[in-house]
């Protein structure tokens, strides 16, 4: 959706509501961590994933903000060191890109 924004500061992404200039929901990262990264599904604007660069808690999250602000849709699990950055794929669909270290990236398709 062309009026939404997000952005991320340490274990807050705050959603933004363009239209009428308020904040329209808040992400907490659910192991108190920090946000390393946030990417919008491309085909869906209201399907966001977040990632964390906590080594001790690595996570990728995916939120779909029409159902839960409180609790991710799913985390994806099974890397071992923090996520750097993430990024769907520019020609829709499920698939995602995952920076996991400076010598390592993961791509994987998401169960829409």
């Known amino acids: 959706m062309a009026y939404i924004l997000a952005t ?26 920090r946000f390393s990264d946030l990417a919008w599904q491309p085909d869906n604007g209201l399907l966001l994933m977040t990632a964390t660069d906590d080594d001790t808690y690595p996570g990728i999250y995916l939120w779909d903000l029409r ?15 923090g996520v750097l950055s993430i990024d769907w794929s520019p020609h829709g669909g499920s698939r995602v890109c995952v920076c ?8 994987f398709t998401c169960c829409l």
């Open 67 to 81: 159902s839960s602000t409180q609790t991710p849709l799913s985390k994806f699990e099974g890397h071992r060191a």
């Open 100 to 107: 996991v270290c400076a010598t390592c990236v993961w791509l």
């Open 8 to 33: 991320a500061a340490g274990g807050l992404t705050s959603v933004w509501d363009l239209r009428s200039n308020k904040p329209w929901c808040s992400l907490r990262e659910p192991n108190r961590g």
